[in-house]
């Protein structure tokens, strides 16, 4: 897969947000043509030529060594997030990969064990893509906007840009649509190569220009701790604290399992028993007409 285009996007985006001043530079004279540092200057400031930056940027990335682009990295201020999605694109343009799709098979029955060991908090496991593969019940209660359109496989993606009740459920959408595509653009550097996610990126990119101005932002995300609010239709809004960890899976590729939890004492942790209790008779019910997250579809 020819990604040159990501790359060359990319590092013109980072470029593009960093002042002389904020790279140490003094600024030249005369007016500036561009918002950010010159290609010039980015390649003073990681030890290259000119010319060698300027190919990079253009997306000749394939055989650079770790060392230049981690000056790379440091020289456009990357954070963490973004230095793994540059080294991922170094990666994914080496030669020898075909697109292909993952395996959807269900998720090992020890994986669902785990989950449904966690009653009092919401736990779920996701893929990259942000397919819903696996949850237990309170999960599936806490998601279930998202796990009860029958139009598409329980997709975070999808809910969040084509489903209107997204507005309603995110407390904060726009903070919510900005970490969804991220984190998708973070797993498109990572694995180009899977079909079904640019199958995915295409759908979005085709009905939504909310999601169309986000993916071509380049922005990329690590997602392993935070709060986040919720509007739920049965209990109303939720406060939660989540923790994300990853599970390493040979055919589905990297899964990322989520735990979400209440703060002790809070009217938060009232309302997620209370979502307990609502999960107790409808996500049961709902259980047994109908498929699991975790089923392929």
Not at 24 to 34: K, N, T
Not at 107 to 122: E, F, G, I, N
Request: hydrophobic share 45%; no cysteine; glycine share 6%.
């Amino acid at each position: 897969m020819d990604n040159r285009s990501d790359i060359r996007e990319f590092l013109a985006t980072r470029r593009a947000r960093i002042t002389p001043e904020q790279a140490g530079l003094l600024p030249g004279a005369g007016r500036r043509r561009v918002a950010g540092l010159r290609r010039e200057e980015v390649a003073v400031l990681a030890g290259v030529s000119t010319d060698w930056y300027t190919r990079l940027e253009k997306g000749h990335i394939a055989g650079v060594s770790e060392d230049v682009l981690e000056a790379v990295a440091r020289a456009l201020q990357l954070d963490e997030a973004e230095r793994r999605y540059l080294f991922d694109l170094a990666r994914a343009a080496r030669p020898g990969r075909a697109p292909r799709r993952r395996s959807r098979a269900p998720v090992p029955a020890r994986v669902q064990w785990m989950l449904d060991s966690m009653r009092d908090s919401a736990a779920f496991v996701a893929n990259g893509r942000l397919d819903v593969v696996a949850a237990n019940t309170l999960a599936r209660a806490l998601y279930s906007p998202v796990l009860d359109e029958p139009r598409w496989r329980a997709n975070i993606a999808r809910f969040q840009f084509l489903d209107p009740r997204a507005r309603d459920y995110h407390v904060d959408w726009d903070a919510a649509a900005d970490v969804t595509v991220a984190l998708l653009r973070t797993e498109a550097g990572r694995d180009p190569h899977d079909r079904d996610l640019r199958e995915l990126v295409g759908e979005l990119s085709t009905v939504s220009e909310q999601f169309r101005t986000r993916w071509a932002a380049h922005d990329v995300r690590l997602h392993h701790a935070g709060v986040k609010q919720f509007r739920h239709p049965a209990v109303g809004t939720l406060e939660l604290v989540f923790h994300s960890f990853d599970l390493a899976h040979a055919e589905q590729g990297e899964l990322v399992m989520t735990v979400y939890t209440a703060e002790p004492g809070t009217p938060d942790e009232d309302g997620l028993r209370l979502l307990a209790s609502w999960a107790a008779t409808h996500v049961t019910a709902a259980s047994d007409a109908a498929p699991s997250a975790a089923d392929p579809g």
